[in-house]
């Protein structure tokens, strides 16, 4: 079975400082990894997928994280907050067609 | 439209009502989903759908009820529900259930209030 680990529920930075959002995973295979962002009283959109190509990912609004299987994490980042990135981020795993979704980590942005 | 959508977007019901939320998507995906959001709570998957033939129920109670009448609709039929099933129930769609095609779109939910 696979699980998602996000470490710390709620991440606070300062606006045009850096973001590190933690993601861990448990597999018993190579999975495919999700990063999505929810905005309040909106579903979830998807920021950006690994799947087994390239292990640093692009996505969307800047973002980024980087696949590193040693580590079993999926981390995202974006080098510099932005007041409209604040919102709630969820990682998600999917092995043999199931998704499994990490609890999710609120994002603050301070001025 | 596009995307996925869902209607309606709030819905207030009593214990005693029966209600329906409804998902469409305009994707040309073959699968689709229903998910539980509750506060302080991880995303809870309920239902899944492929080609249209439910592949996967997790536990749901059955006074949930789903139906897909094609690979574009989906519908979450509801009856006699209790105050703790107050929740965002999302609706999402993806290409296949495998691998990369899981890729999963969502719906903005349905804001459901049972009083």
């Known amino acids: 079975a696979q699980s998602v680990t996000q470490l710390g529920s709620h991440v606070s930075v300062s606006e045009g400082a850096l973001v590190l959002l933690r993601c861990n995973y448990s597999s018993s295979v190579p999975p495919y990894l999700f990063w999505y962002v929810q905005y309040p009283n909106q579903g979830l959109q998807l920021l950006l997928k690994y799947t087994s190509a390239a292990t640093l990912v692009k996505g969307i609004n800047g973002f980024e994280a980087e696949f590193k299987k040693s580590e079993t994490s999926f981390h995202l980042t974006k080098p510099s907050a932005h007041m409209s990135d604040a919102a709630e981020y969820f990682c998600a795993v999917s092995v043999f067609g199931t998704l499994t979704f990490g609890q999710g980590t609120i994002l603050t942005v301070h001025p | 439209e596009t995307g996925v959508t869902q209607t309606p977007r709030h819905l207030v019901m009593g214990m005693t009502n029966k209600k329906s939320l409804k998902c469409e998507q305009h994707?040309?995906?073959?699968?689709m989903y229903w998910y539980k959001q509750s506060a302080k709570k991880p995303l809870e998957l309920m239902f899944v759908y492929s080609l249209e033939e439910r592949v996967e129920n997790n536990s749901v109670p059955s006074r949930f009820s789903p139906e897909c009448p094609n690979s574009s609709h989906l519908f979450l039929h509801l009856h006699t529900l209790q105050p703790e099933d107050s929740a965002l129930y999302l609706c999402?769609?993806?290409?296949?259930?495998?691998?990369?095609?899981?890729?999963?779109?969502f719906g903005p939910g349905t804001r459901l209030t049972v009083t």
């Open positions: 994707l040309g995906h073959n699968a």
């Open positions: 999402a769609s993806s290409l296949g259930t495998s691998g990369d095609s899981y890729e999963q779109y």
